[in-house]
């Protein structure tokens, strides 16, 4: 890694969510993709289901770093 490189994961480990506040948010994320899935089922259009996978990606993107922070915090389950 780079010096900035480095600079850059410790202010995100200083500054970003911690576990706790990504675990905190897991529920909210939950009913905002079931929501959108239902809206789909209801009313199925090319533009809905665009939208849900825009959505669905974006949580994996936020469980992935969600599973950093876990690891940075040393859990280990």
């Known amino acids: 890694m780079s010096a900035a490189t ?4 410790a202010l995100a480990r200083l500054y970003g969510p911690t576990a706790e506040e990504y675990r ?3 529920p909210e994320h939950g009913e ?3 929501a ?3 809206e789909l089922a ?3 259009s090319l533009e809905r289901c665009d939208t849900a996978i825009r959505n ?3 949580l994996v ?3 992935a770093r969600y599973r950093e922070r876990l690891q ?3 859990a280990h389950e």
């Open 6 to 9: 480095d600079h850059i994961a």
């Open 24 to 26: 905190r948010a897991l």
């Open 32 to 34: 905002s993709v079931h």
């Open 36 to 38: 959108q899935l239902c």
């Open 42 to 44: 209801t009313r199925p």
């Open 56 to 58: 669905l990606q974006g």
């Open 61 to 63: 993107n936020v469980l």
């Open 72 to 74: 940075q915090e040393g």
